[in-house]
């Protein structure tokens, strides 16, 4: 066990981070050891220990949906984002409904798709990354399985203008965040605490639709909607986080416009998925043909930079990506990164020679 502390002890993070994971806040990682050495008692218990612990986990709460436009009561927590995209939408669902669902959603979606018993019709992405909705007719009492922002091209997604009253809304913004508003329409909801920067092993449902939602798995308790357990420090820590969130719109943007037109001019074969002025501001895949993915990241990587690669949702990221298949591109020689609040011009000029380099040295094999 002294090896591993020390092992752990000894991870630090990449000069050059250009992955999707972004360091913890500074302020929840104080938050977060500050409740981890309390030992905060079980807030459902009695005593004076789990009052105190159910105070702040309430204000926690209230603190989350204060700044993602929700109410406190709407909100469920749960300690396993795979387990918020099937609470999101199989409480909406039954047999006897028709699902709707996107080209590019998430591997977590995906697998509660095809575990529908009921119709299932799939709304294909355009060029630009985003759902098209042209051809879509939805059937009376159907569900839709809405990405917010694809978490590969950025894309931003946005309802059709006239959709049936009927309609139920299951929404994905775990890569949105607290970027992107939720639609004005929208019957459920699931988030990831790493959006903000904050700890992993933390996720938010919300419901709107308290009516239409019902909870898809064995009841346990009448008191809880969902079932789950999770950690109160990384509730707290999750909090803090979304309380110091201040991402830098214009900032980011200008360091992605930077970045996007440095690799079009040095690599004109490079294909960037989707369009910037459509999609998060810093999130950019591109694709560079005759090359292999995982062997120019490895190259960046003894270079300093961490990039990634493939596919951003499933469980081997180094999986081709099926968003970038649905929006026509090819797969090979992906290259996906997420520029953060604290990276600088110098690192976006040093990761397009270094990429541009580690290209070269593949295409001269």
Not at 228 to 233: D, M
Request: net charge negative; proline share 5%; charged share 20%.
């Amino acid at each position: 066990m002294r090896a591993l502390a020390s092992s752990v002890r000894g991870v630090v993070p990449v000069t050059g981070n250009f992955q999707s994971e972004a360091a913890l806040n500074s302020l929840a990682q104080e938050a977060m050891l500050s409740a981890i050495e309390s030992g905060w008692a079980d807030p459902k218990k009695i005593g004076q220990y789990p009052s105190k612990a159910a105070i702040l986990r309430n204000g926690a709460i209230e603190s989350l949906a204060d700044r993602l436009g929700l109410s406190p009561d709407q909100i469920e927590i749960t300690g396993e984002v795979g387990l918020s995209y099937f609470l999101t939408l199989a409480g909406l669902l039954d047999e006897n409904k028709s699902l709707y669902s996107g080209a590019g959603d998430r591997s977590g979606v995906i697998a509660t798709v095809r575990s529908h018993k009921g119709p299932n019709f799939e709304i294909p992405l355009s060029k630009d990354g985003r759902l098209n909705f042209s051809t879509t007719v939805f059937a009376p009492n159907s569900v839709l399985a809405f990405q917010l922002a694809n978490g590969e091209s950025g894309a931003v997604n946005e309802l059709p203008n006239e959709i049936p009253k009927d309609l139920l809304i299951a929404v994905d913004a775990t890569a949105s965040g607290a970027r992107v508003k939720l639609p004005d329409r929208w019957d459920s909801a699931c988030f990831d605490s790493r959006s903000w920067d904050g700890p992993a092993g933390l996720a938010i449902v919300a419901i709107n639709n308290a009516a239409q939602w019902k909870n898809p798995l064995p009841h346990i308790s009448s008191v809880r909607r969902t079932y789950g357990t999770y950690s109160l420090p990384l509730l707290l820590a999750s909090a803090v986080a979304l309380e110091n969130y201040r991402p830098s719109e214009v900032s980011t943007r200008e360091l992605t416009e930077r970045f996007r037109a440095d690799i079009s001019k040095a690599l004109p074969d490079a294909l960037i998925a989707g369009e910037l002025e459509k999609s998060m501001a810093h999130l950019t895949s591109l694709v560079i043909p005759g090359t292999n993915g995982e062997e120019l990241l490895r190259e960046l990587d003894r270079k300093g930079f961490a990039v990634d690669s493939g596919s951003a949702c499933t469980a081997m990221n180094l999986q081709p990506s099926h968003v970038l298949s649905a929006m026509g591109l090819p797969t090979d020689g992906n290259i996906r990164i997420a520029i953060h609040t604290e990276t600088t011009l110098e690192e976006i000029t040093g990761l397009v020679t270094a990429l541009v380099s580690a290209v070269q040295s593949q295409q001269q094999r």
